[in-house]
Every structure is written in structure tokens, then in C-alpha cells.
């Protein structure tokens, strides 16, 4: 009995300690995603966001090259990876170190007002990040992009055991959260109607830096890329007193720019390589346009640059090859962070081949692309006009024929401004909303300030 009373001491000690507070303690806020904090810029924007309020972050995740750990205030905390095995076994594995590493993390830092987490990925991390909230009386806030097991279920299945384990495992764990933030407006009613939870809609809003590239900047990005990627390379004799692009030009004695009058059109994609995105549909949409230009319709050439990384970047890459195209250049790219942006705002015409697996939510690339003026062909699912509005900023599209039909509609008077493509630019000129910054202060601070 003794031996009972001084364990439930000790005990009691042990959880004063983890809830002991001290002067910073609503100052502190821990930013958590299971995954490449790189490859994560709504929680980047979160950390930042916080970090201008003056909060102290502490980033806990995978460290990647595009991260925040520049910024004042940030502390980032970095996961290690796990090797690659057998699924069953890896998926085990997985779970039970990373729920160990995550919580000797959250455990062994400072105690935190507030843990927000991004989701998905959310196992295991909604269960660790409530536990440590629950034994350190942090308030735990999920911001809801999708659903974790839809996009396992694109690969596996609906009805595979794994799925249907990780449906049960977000659907018993997330309303356990003291608050959720969600990116559409569809995803917060399916919360609520069959989830339970109550969320508040935070939509992605493109950061300051997408916007219109000046001139300058554009050639100074197009001479950069032209270095490894000959699509960019202006062809024919080198004039002494000029730098040329395919694209631009540049008077070498009075350092001006300009873009060429016979350019071709710079059509813009960028993806994770990942099933939700079937790139088949633009591939199929850019040999029809071939088709449409040696038909002897009155179009432009393409250079169409698809940026990113990801697991089906080589199976595609093989079929880039693979097409004989006179008219359409294809080039796939890695950008710096820096550069990406640079890019977006410098293209003609944007493409979105996102579907989301929920059907809940938003490409962030088309939030960055209408940023920087881009209007965008985005193919179609149910809560996109929550983002893309026909015939207003863009165009949606359903199949590789239709967007064929739409890009020779919209680039049948460029370079001229006065068609289709410059009233959709105009109009995202003229509509801009909120920038992150006024968006996350009216939506998000409430809930960080509010005790």
C-alpha cells in the first residue's frame, strides 16, 4: 500500500512538472505537420503569421529546402525518416517510432499554449499531439486540408483494412481538438454533418511574393533556366549587343527588356507527382494542339514547363519522351523556392490537374497562380468554383479534348491582351481579395488570443 501511495505521488509530481508554466507560456505555439515543412506553405504561412505577432514557434517536422528557419521566432524541430521496407511491416513500423519520436518531441519542449497541426498526415499524430495536450494543457487546433484516408483510398481502395482503419482513426480522434480550421467551405459542412466538429473556414490566400514578375526579373529567370534546360534557349545567330531568350530580349547598352514578338506561350502546371493528379489529360491536350497548329490554325508555339517532385515523376518523364512534338516543348524542372513565384508571374497561362480526393479541397498552386494574375485551366470537381470561376478567372475542363479546345480558344490572339486570356488577367487584377495575412489575423488570431 505504501508502495502504491508514493507511486501515485511520484505520479502527481511527474504531471505538475509537464503542466508547469512559466511567463512565456501563452507566448509559445508549436506548428506540427508530419511531413516536409518545405513542401508545407499553409503551415509555413501559419508559423510566419505567428512569428509577426511576435509569438515564439517551434516547427516540428520533416526538414526540407524550402523551410522558415530564417524567420525571427522560429525554433524548428527536426523528425528523422524512416527507411523503406515491406508496406505491412513499414506501416507498423511507421507508427510506432514515429508516435515515439513525436512525443519525446512534444514532451521534452518547452510547454506550448497552443499546438496547431496540419492534417493530413494525421497518424499518428493527432493522437500524440492530444495526448501531450490533454497531459500539458495545451490547446490542441487541427487545420483540416483533406481527409487522410482518401488519399490513402486512391491507391489502396476503399474498402482495404488500412483505409478503413484510418477513416475510424480520424473520425474517433478528430473531434477531440479544442479547434479546427478548414480550407473550404464544403469541407466545413462534411465536418459538421458527419464528423461532428465545428470548424472555421481559413481559405488559402496567396502570400506577397506571388505576383505580376517585372520584365527584368523574367529574363534574369528565363537566362538562369535556359543554362539546363534548352526550351528556354533563344536559337539562331547571337547578336553581340543583346541577350536573348526564347522568350525576351535584352539591349545590352541600355540594359532594356523586352518580350519577343514571335514568342511562344508559357503554359504553367506544378504538381507533387502524386495519383490525384493524372497529367495523362494535359499530355493528350498539348498532342491535340500539335494537331491544331499543323492543321494550320493561326497559334502560337508552347513551352510548357510542369515543376515539382514526386513519386510518378520517372512514368512520366518516359512518355514526355516518348511524344513527337514539333510545336510543344515540354520541360520538367526542380525551382528554388525563390524562383517559383518569379515563375508563376511570368507565365501566359496556368494548368490544374488537381482532383481532390475528398472533394473538399483546394489547390493551393491555382491560390498562388491567381496571385500572380495567372489565369488557369483547372479540370473539374465538386467544390472547385469555391475557387475557380468560369469564364471570370479561369476556365474548367473535364477532359484532355476540352482543354485542347480551351487552350486554342485562349491563345488564338496572343500575344495580344485584348482576347479572352488578357480579360480573365484583367479580372484578377481588379478582384483581388484578402492577402494570408489580413485572412489569418481576422480568422485565426481570434482563436490563439482567446483564453
Not at 235 to 246: F, H, N, P
Request: hydrophobic share 40%.
Amino acid at each position: 500500500l505504501f508502495e502504491l501511495s508514493t507511486f501515485f505521488q511520484a505520479l502527481c509530481i511527474f504531471f505538475k512538472l509537464l503542466r508547469r508554466r512559466d511567463g512565456g507560456f501563452d507566448r509559445r505555439v508549436c506548428v506540427l505537420v508530419l511531413g516536409d515543412i518545405g513542401r508545407s506553405p499553409r503551415m509555413q504561412y501559419h508559423a510566419l503569421s505567428l512569428s509577426k505577432h511576435r509569438y515564439n514557434v517551434t516547427f516540428v517536422g520533416f526538414l526540407g529546402k524550402n523551410d522558415t528557419k530564417s524567420e525571427l521566432h522560429t525554433v524548428i524541430h527536426t523528425l528523422l525518416r524512416l527507411p523503406v521496407g515491406p508496406k505491412i511491416l513499414t506501416y507498423v513500423t511507421k507508427v510506432i517510432i514515429q508516435s515515439l519520436q513525436l512525443l519525446l518531441v512534444l514532451l521534452r519542449m518547452e510547454i506550448q499554449s497552443h499546438i496547431l497541426m496540419q492534417n493530413p498526415p494525421g497518424l499518428p499524430s493527432i493522437a500524440v499531439a492530444w495526448l501531450v495536450s490533454v497531459l500539458r494543457g495545451s490547446r490542441f487546433v487541427i487545420d483540416w486540408h483533406n481527409y487522410g484516408y482518401t488519399i490513402m483510398a486512391l491507391s489502396h481502395g476503399q474498402r482495404h483494412p488500412v483505409v478503413r482503419l484510418a477513416k475510424w482513426y480520424e473520425h474517433f480522434f478528430g473531434p477531440l481538438a479544442s479547434h479546427n480550421l478548414c480550407v473550404t467551405n464544403a469541407m466545413k459542412d462534411d465536418l459538421q454533418k458527419n464528423w461532428g466538429i465545428k470548424a472555421t473556414t481559413l481559405y488559402d490566400r496567396p502570400a506577397a511574393i506571388f505576383r505580376e514578375t517585372p520584365l527584368k526579373l523574367q529574363h534574369e529567370l528565363f537566362m538562369r533556366l535556359s543554362d539546363a534546360h534548352p526550351q528556354f534557349r533563344s536559337e539562331g545567330s547571337e547578336e553581340v549587343k543583346v541577350e536573348k531568350t526564347v522568350f525576351s530580349v535584352r539591349d545590352l547598352t541600355d540594359d532594356t527588356v523586352t518580350l519577343r514578338a514571335g514568342r511562344p506561350a508559357l503554359l504553367l502546371s506544378s504538381t507533387s507527382w502524386t495519383e490525384d493528379e493524372d497529367f495523362s489529360i494535359l499530355l493528350k491536350a498539348l498532342e491535340e494542339y500539335e494537331g491544331f497548329v499543323k492543321g494550320g490554325a493561326s497559334l502560337p508555339s508552347l513551352v510548357c514547363v510542369i515543376t515539382g517532385k514526386g513519386p510518378q515523376k520517372e512514368h512520366y518523364r518516359k512518355l514526355i519522351d516518348s511524344l513527337q512534338l514539333e510545336h510543344v516543348k515540354i520541360c520538367t524542372p526542380w525551382l528554388e523556392a525563390e524562383d517559383y513565384p518569379v515563375l508563376l508571374g511570368s507565365a501566359d497561362l496556368g494548368v490544374c490537374l488537381h482532383k481532390s480526393s475528398s472533394g473538399l479541397d483546394l489547390p493551393m498552386k491555382v491560390v498562388d497562380m491567381f496571385g500572380c494574375c495567372l489565369p488557369v485551366c483547372a479540370v473539374h470537381f465538386n467544390c472547385l468554383h469555391e475557387l475557380v470561376k468560369h469564364e471570370e478567372n479561369g476556365l474548367i475542363f473535364r477532359g484532355s479534348q476540352e482543354l485542347a479546345e480551351q487552350l486554342k480558344s485562349l491563345l488564338s490572339d496572343f500575344p495580344s491582351s485584348e482576347g479572352r486570356l488578357g480579360e480573365f488577367r484583367r479580372n484578377l487584377r481588379t478582384s483581388r481579395g484578402q492577402r494570408w495575412d489580413d485572412n489569418w489575423d481576422q480568422n485565426v488570431l481570434p482563436l490563439i488570443t482567446t483564453p
